[in-house]
């Protein structure tokens, strides 16, 4: 059964490979995703270490000037999706979109790093790395975290990689639609629109392409004009955890500064991770810049928090919380709190499980020693794959699979738990 399961998750990579980098599911997403990206190398690691590191490097061979790595590049055109080159017009050789995604790749580097058997090749791919995933380190906390709180903001929810989070859904509802171009829609004609966001809330995120493009994709400016502007607890907890693993990593390589530097990030943003907790939801929740106040909005990105070092007993109420929520429902983690009026169990990230945030959720509370609840995470996510297959993501309650099929990291996520 193991090794089946391992046999089908390598087609479903091999499928998906262009060489040297993975489209997210053919179709639906033709292009190379960034957090996708990072986190499918940790599957091709177990059975081909020089197609991992060349997954990474072809995502930081496309990083801007001023240290972003882009959330999508796209290599080839397609008109398959939308939005396209055209429409973000960042003017680059290779076209990439002009926001960022979730910072996996210090995370994901770190482990492939540790765990290599081709320890001359890992030490030369990790040493060419570590200086990029630095500098996209210090551009997050430069330009999106410009007041020194700790903690970063996202401006677009296609960076939290969670797009249409019910978390958002009050500061988006801010965002303007006047004067967004006529577009046509590509996404559902390869899923299920039940399973994807709305109209509105594309018009609303084409409005912020629209306006980023129109500053220039100045990154020293985007932050302080956007209007939307949010402190997600999960998307913290990933670049914590990165800063954090490539301290080690740095340590390793005998590169001090970068692992000094990396765990001043690291200290500055656990210790302000705290104010996000919510002693009413047991679990962290995220935080509105543009209001300055806490969003009243149980999801998983609070949970996700356990990803970094959070304090003992926090990781034991999220433990807690996480078993209240597995009473609810028979598959874990469900994407919003299924007690919630929001909840929609089908619809992309107001319910549905999806296999790569169990994985650091588990990841993060193993580390925490809350062993229980991650054989409960492991154990629901195979039950997943061998009831429905390599899916985008999973109805927690009755497990249908949703949006794209023989999915790229879902796959890496499989042969990931199951080595
Ligand atoms: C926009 C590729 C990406 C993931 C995101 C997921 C979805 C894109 C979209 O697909 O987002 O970036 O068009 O829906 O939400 O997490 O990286 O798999």
Not at 54 to 76: A, S, Y
Not at 379 to 400: C, H, K, N
Request: aromatic share 10%; glycine share 8%.
């Amino acid at each position: 059964m193991k090794q089946d399961l391992i046999e089908q998750a390598r087609a479903v990579l091999a499928r998906n490979d262009r060489g040297d980098y993975t489209v997210p599911t053919h179709g639906l997403y033709p292009f190379q995703w960034n957090w996708d990206s990072a986190l499918s190398a940790l599957g091709f690691s177990h059975f081909d270490e020089a197609r991992a590191w060349r997954e990474i490097e072809t995502l930081f061979r496309h990083q801007w000037d001023d240290g972003m790595v882009p959330h999508i590049i796209f290599h080839e055109m397609n008109d398959g999706y939308f939005p396209g080159p055209e429409v973000w017009a960042t003017g680059r050789a290779v076209p990439t979109s002009g926001i960022t995604q979730p910072a996996v790749a210090g995370f994901a580097v770190r482990r492939i790093h540790a765990r290599a058997k081709n320890r001359a090749l890992a030490d030369a791919q990790a040493r060419a790395l570590l200086p990029r995933i630095h500098a996209w380190h210090q551009w997050f906390y430069t330009n999106r975290d410009p007041q020194g709180t700790g903690l970063v903001a996202i401006i677009h929810p296609w960076e939290s990689g969670r797009d249409n989070s019910v978390d958002w859904d009050a500061a988006l509802a801010r965002v303007p639609t006047e004067g967004v171009a006529p577009f046509q829609r590509r996404d559902v004609a390869h899923a299920n629109p039940a399973h994807r966001p709305t109209d509105e809330e594309y018009r609303r995120y084409i409005w912020l392409v629209q306006h980023f493009r129109g500053l220039g994709w100045d990154n020293s400016r985007l932050h302080d004009a956007s209007p939307f502007r949010v402190v997600d607890p999960g998307f913290n907890a990933i670049l914590i955890r990165s800063c954090l693993d490539l301290a080690a990593l740095a340590d390793d390589l005998g590169e001090a500064e970068i692992a000094s530097a990396s765990r001043a990030f690291a200290q500055a943003g656990i210790a302000a991770m705290d104010a996000l907790w919510s002693e009413t939801h047991g679990q962290y929740l995220c935080f509105d810049r543009v209001t300055g106040a806490l969003i009243d909005s149980p999801s998983i990105g609070g949970l996700l928090a356990a990803f970094c070092p959070i304090p003992d007993h926090r990781a034991q109420a999220i433990a807690q919380r996480l078993d209240a929520i597995g009473t609810a429902v028979p598959y874990l983690v469900p994407s919003h709190d299924p007690a919630a009026p929001e909840f929609d169990g089908l619809r992309y990230w107001r319910g549905p499980v999806w296999l790569i945030v169990n994985y650091m959720i588990a990841d993060g509370l193993k580390r925490a020693g809350q062993t229980r609840i991650v054989r409960r995470i492991v154990d629901d996510s195979l039950r997943l794959i061998e009831q429905s297959g390599f899916a985008e993501y999973y109805d927690p309650v009755t497990a249908e699979p949703c949006g794209g099929s023989s999915f790229t990291w879902t796959a890496a996520m499989v042969i990931e738990i199951l080595n």
